[in-house]
């Protein structure tokens, strides 16, 4: 992810590119007015000869001059025209983005908190429902429904290079749609103020083949594997006495769904909703200090020895 | 009964005994005394005006430390809670501190100088809406000091306001703070109404009055209709958050949505009521330094009225993502791209007033001719977020930064600047130095569009709204450090304009009563004007009463030097609402210290709400409905009761 991955003057979806052309004519647009009045008032203004500008303005005698009504009436029309094209065009665009062209391929829950993104994959098999955060993984091709939900307050989800916002409201459900045309990691970000951290809220949408997804898909389902070592065995305990006050590790005794799912943490790119890259380093930095990093983040300062940290992080690298 | 007394004034012409008859009936003690009891429009005037820049300087300084946090990625000069705090009290203090109340400082200066008229309608309640704004403003700001600004955006969007997120006293102060500006914005809307129906001088029919006054009485009429939403949001936010009350609540079958319509169908409208008068300054000060009347006068004054009408069927262009139907967006998507109408007509006829004018520079015109292509850099940016798709990439990002900036900046402070320029020479008889001009000018020019044309860019790269910091995408540090860059020299610039005023309070060149030979009525009396305004009250028979005669044609003429004397008591004419025809004697009140008292009653019992002290409520509430009580007494002089028999 180089250049500008917020941008949204290119696509690489269905839904943001059937926009992009209408942002330009508007851009475009908009650019040709402003040069046109600009140019207009240059060489109205530039009139003031020289010898005007220390002369007393009483000098200058009042003149009633032409009505000038033309000037408006022409205006007025040069401006109606591309206004309506823009009216028809946005109409067009608002209509071939209402929904995906057919059925969606997979339905996805996503829940804005302050300040991550819980993604749930649900499946008719109870079993098969797994949930994640920030990462959120989508077959090449195919049209995904979102399902919006506020967890706490408003947020916004967006992913520019695939779709633009849609608020996440508590109390309502809001839908929004993503095809991705080709493979590739695409950033996301909450785009509506919800306190502390609205800076450091971001997500990755990650588009693979139908085979990487599959993959990747029943990797997700499995619960997390037993601590083969003494360390991550330490390291596990402490991640259920610690950790499991907020954190679901499955197939372990940490079950508390009020941060993100940890049980394949090492699988996601990022920590901290993008915040930071996810390394064994950083890892250990953000349990430590995440008030540090992360200011006002939910997530408490864990004091823990040193001996307690590189357990846990021990335990937590098997969570692949 | 009162039996009503029926006189015809006196018409005659002014005279040293007639202007020593009027001085003591219209003329404020000097002193402590007269500072509370004023009830001098030009008096009042002025504070809102200086009261509002101050707000404007606290505002900027505010933006200059958030400019510095964004300087470059990855910075840590502020918290989270110290820059959000910062973006909200920021938003606050320019919308509603400075932005409104500086318009309505203008016009309660001008309003009567430009109709032919000794007052506004309601003296007392002008004065009562200067108090009450002073002290809500220092109410949000005590908020602010204390460590207790809003923190939620200007927009305050729920549930992240309500107590469950936000348990400080952040919140509390804001909504109580916004219900009490809300009682000054009403009365002085209200006053505003009445007075361009009631009190222009005989003559001046509504098709004469200058293109300010349409302005204002636009905007007041929005704000009367519009304010009672906000005013009502924030109190059932309070509601909300101090006696579980579930307005906003979904957990109790509330609506989060609910807060955002209130709220948006008071805020865009609102939008309008801060700019609208401002283009009515450019209206018809452009045409001055132009040396012809304004082109197409009766358009502008109906765009400008049609600009507000549509501006009420706009509201939801602020929520585009929140889930609403498609074919509902598709109403607001239209109406929002159809009000680009009446602003282009207001474009072209100014454009068109320079290009048949024969302009000359000076520092009034550059703000003002200036102010033309911000206010189209502003009107495009605004019309490319009227379009629903485009809106959901655009909105929520730097672009709409930079768009609302060239909005505000460009449609307000360009033309407030220029209206200091243009009306101080009245206001103090000195004219503001036009070397130091030509700088401040240019500096504010130059920075303003140095800090805000290239945030277009950061916008249309993504870079969000609302964030205290950000990582370097591509090219996002040097954006925003260019933009960081510009707005210092933009203070710069607004840092020169107050210096000039100062310099030239004392030191300007004397100014007369005409120094730029425009010709409104306010032209026509002293620099300052005396209390009274108008020694006779003028007959207005054109648009132009001091430029009869020379503008060709055979009209008739204006009667400034002879008219109604009225100085048997504090009085001016009241007149018919549409052509003028006088038709009362309207007697003003006195000055009074009811309209300080009741503002100072009103501090006590919002203050008592925010702290929760019964006390303070019951004193404050006594001490406000004493001083109705003393405002309201029946007066002889008012004509109110029969004076006393025998």
Same mark, same amino acid.
């Given at each position: ?59 200058? !005698?009042? $003149? ?38 057919? *059925? ?21 098999? !109870? ?55 080709? !493979? ?12 502390? *951290? ?9 588009? $693979? ?12 389902? *499995? ?8 360390? *991550? ?83 937590? $690298?098997?969570?692949? | ?646």
């Amino acid at each position: 992810m180089t250049g500008w991955p917020l941008n949204y003057l290119s696509s690489a979806g269905l839904r943001a590119r059937e926009v992009v052309p209408l942002t330009w004519y508007m851009l475009v647009v908009s650019i040709v007015v402003c040069l046109v009045i600009a140019a207009l008032l240059w060489a109205a203004v530039r009139r003031a000869r020289p010898e005007d500008r220390s002369v007393n303005i009483r000098d200058i !005698p009042i $003149e009633r001059g032409s009505s000038g009504i033309r000037w408006i009436s022409v205006g007025l029309l040069a401006s109606a025209a591309p206004l309506a094209v823009a009216f028809v065009w946005t109409l067009l665009t608002l209509s071939a983005t209402a929904g995906p062209p057919s *059925q969606p391929g997979l339905v996805l829950d996503v829940t804005g908190r302050q300040w991550w993104w819980q993604v749930q994959y649900s499946a008719s098999n !109870p079993s098969e429902v797994f949930q994640t955060a920030n990462e959120i993984h989508i077959p090449v091709g195919v049209p995904v429904l979102v399902r919006l939900h506020g967890g706490d307050v408003i947020h916004s989800f967006w992913v520019p290079q695939l779709t633009g916002k849609t608020d996440t409201i508590p109390g309502q459900t809001n839908l929004s749609w993503i095809q991705a045309d080709r !493979p590739g990691r695409y950033l996301g970000q909450c785009t509506e103020f919800c306190g502390f *951290q609205h800076a450091r809220m971001q997500f990755e949408v990650v588009a $693979e083949s139908q085979e990487d997804f599959d993959r990747w898909v029943s990797l997700q389902r *499995q619960a997390a594997a037993a601590p083969a070592t003494q360390e *991550q065995t330490r390291g596990l305990s402490l991640v259920e006495y610690r950790c499991g006050l907020c954190h679901k590790v499955r197939g372990t005794n940490a079950g508390a769904i009020s941060a993100p799912d940890l049980t394949h943490l090492m699988s996601r790119r990022t920590l901290a909703a993008g915040t930071l890259v996810n390394d064994p380093a950083n890892l250990m930095g953000w349990i430590q200090d995440p008030q540090y990093i992360k200011p006002g983040s939910l997530m408490p300062n864990q004091y823990l020895s040193a001996q307690q940290l590189s357990d846990a992080v021990a335990y937590l $690298e098997t969570l692949k | 009964m009162m039996q009503p007394e029926l006189r015809t004034p006196t018409v005659g012409i002014d005279s040293v005994e007639h202007a020593a008859r009027l001085l003591p009936l219209w003329e404020t003690a000097p002193g402590w005394k007269g500072f509370f009891t004023t009830v001098d429009h030009k008096q009042i005037g002025i504070r809102y005006i200086v009261t509002a820049f101050v707000f404007l300087a606290l505002g900027g300084v505010e933006a200059l430390l958030m400019r510095v946090q964004l300087a470059g990625p990855n910075l840590s000069v502020l918290t989270p809670e110290q820059y959000n705090q910062l973006f909200s009290t920021h938003g606050m203090t320019m919308i509603f501190l400075y932005a409104s109340p500086i318009l309505s400082g203008f016009s309660n200066y001008l309003w009567p100088l430009l109709l032919g008229s000794r007052d506004m309608a309601f003296p007392r309640l002008n004065a009562l809406g200067y108090w009450i704004y002073l002290a809500s403003g220092l109410f949000l700001y005590a908020g602010f000091v204390t460590g207790n600004g809003p923190n939620d955006g200007w927009f305050n969007y729920v549930p992240y306001a309500t107590r469950d997120f936000n348990p400080g006293l952040n919140e509390d102060f804001y909504a109580l703070g916004m219900v009490f500006l809300g009682i000054s914005v009403t009365v002085g809307a209200a006053n505003f109404i009445v007075t361009a129906f009631r009190t222009r001088a005989p003559g001046m029919s509504l098709n004469r009055v200058p293109i300010l006054v349409w302005g204002t009485l636009t905007a007041s009429v929005a704000n009367l209709i519009v304010v009672p939403a906000v005013s009502l949001a924030f109190f059932l936010l309070w509601m909300d958050r101090q006696f579980g009350t579930h307005f906003f609540d979904p957990a109790g079958g509330g609506q989060p949505m609910l807060w955002q319509h209130l709220f948006w169908i008071f805020g865009h409208p609102w939008v309008y009521a801060i700019v609208l008068p401002a283009m009515g300054m450019v209206s018809d000060g452009l045409p001055v330094f132009c040396r012809r009347p304004l082109v197409g006068y009766s358009l502008v004054a109906l765009s400008t009225v049609a600009t507000m009408i549509f501006g009420f069927g706009v509201w939801v262009h602020h929520m585009f993502a929140t889930g609403l139907p498609g074919l509902g967006l598709a109403f607001f998507s239209a109406a929002s791209i159809a009000i680009v109408l009446p602003s282009a007509v207001v474009v072209f006829a100014w454009i068109a007033t320079i290009r048949l004018g024969r302009p000359v520079i000076t520092t009034a015109f550059l703000f003002f001719a200036s102010m033309i292509l911000l206010f189209v850099i502003g009107g495009v940016s605004g019309f490319m977020t009227a379009s629903v798709p485009v809106d959901l990439q655009l909105t929520d990002t730097y672009f709409v930064v930079a768009h609302l900036h060239y909005v505000l900046i460009g449609i307000n402070v360009f033309p407030v600047v220029g209206a200091a320029y243009f009306w101080f020479p009245k206001m103090t008889g000195r004219l503001l130095d036009e070397k130091l001009g030509r700088w401040n000018f240019w500096t504010m020019f130059i920075g303003f569009n140095l800090a805000f044309l290239p945030m277009h860019l950061t916008g249309l790269l993504g870079m969000p709204r609302r964030v205290y910091t950000y990582a370097d995408y591509g090219g996002w540090g040097t954006l925003n450090m260019i933009t960081s860059v510009g707005s210092f020299v933009f203070a710069v610039g607004v840092l020169l304009f107050f210096v000039n005023v100062i310099r030239s309070l004392k030191r300007g060149a004397l100014a007369g009563k005409n120094p730029w030979d425009a010709p409104t009525l306010e032209w026509s009396t002293p620099s300052p004007p005396p209390p009274y305004n108008f020694a006779v009250i003028p007959t207005v028979a054109s648009r132009h009463p001091l430029w009869e005669g020379r503008l060709g044609g055979d009209g008739a003429l204006s009667s400034l030097d002879r008219g109604m004397m009225l100085d048997h008591g504090k009085e001016t004419v009241g007149t018919s609402a549409l052509d003028a025809v006088p038709d009362m004697v309207l007697e003003m009140p006195a000055d009074s210290i009811a309209p300080f008292m009741l503002a100072l009653g009103l501090s006590g019992l919002f203050v008592g709400l925010l702290l929760k002290s019964w006390t303070s409520v019951g004193i404050g509430g006594a001490i406000a409905a004493l001083a109705i009580l003393v405002w309201l007494w029946p007066s002889t002089e008012l004509r109110e009761r029969e004076p006393a028999h025998g």
